[in-house]
């Protein structure tokens, strides 16, 4: 597996991904109107590729496949973190959160922040994260649940 920077030629990729990933891997966790709302985001995401382009986003990619994808904002907040779903449990994740963890600390950031799905929630706390609130946000006028979490630098 290699960890690139984000392309713009990423983005139809990185955008089937992340709808790919919440439909399947977090429909484990969230009703089926929950990941519904979420993946919907999807359209806006494509549409409007300079998210990606305005952080520092890094692409894992196995042969010509992107397997994950991640993305840090400047001050230090985890914005995305998504792996494919027949990738789950490979080290994926890890490998991006470490290089983008790195990022920002390397870049004078005191702490990050995320926040994190009920399915992500067991993998940063096992990183380091704790939870600073619960957390209910809307989409499309449905409520999911997440976690506000935040790790110190060491």
């Given at each position: 597996?290699?960890?690139?920077r984000y392309?713009p030629?990423d983005?139809?990729e990185?955008g089937q991904?992340?709808?790919d990933?919440?439909?399947s891997?977090?429909s484990r966790d969230?009703?089926?109107?929950q ?7 999807r359209?806006?995401?494509?549409k ?7 952080s520092y986003?890094l692409v894992?990619?196995?042969g010509?496949?992107?397997v994950?994808y ?7 907040h985890?914005d995305h973190?998504?792996?494919h779903?027949d ?5 994926v994740?890890s490998?991006?959160c470490?290089?983008?963890?790195d990022y920002a600390f390397?870049?004078?950031a ?15 706390l ?9 957390q209910y946000?809307?989409?499309e006028?449905?409520r999911?649940?997440?976690y506000h979490?935040?790790k110190?630098?060491?």
């Open positions: 597996m290699d960890i690139r392309k030629e983005l139809e990185v991904l992340f709808y990933t919440i439909l891997v977090n969230y009703a089926e109107e990941v519904k709302a979420w993946a919907a985001r359209e806006s995401l494509v409007d590729g300079r998210r990606f382009l305005d986003t894992a990619v196995e010509e496949r992107i994950g991640g993305n840090m904002e400047d001050g230090g985890l973190l998504y792996v779903k990738c789950q449990g490979q080290g994740a490998a991006l470490d290089r983008l963890e390397g870049r004078g005191g702490r990050i922040t995320v926040d994190a799905s009920v399915t992500a929630l067991p993998f940063f096992h990183r380091g994260y704790r939870v600073i609130r619960e946000p809307e989409l006028g449905v999911l649940k997440n979490m935040e110190a630098r060491d």
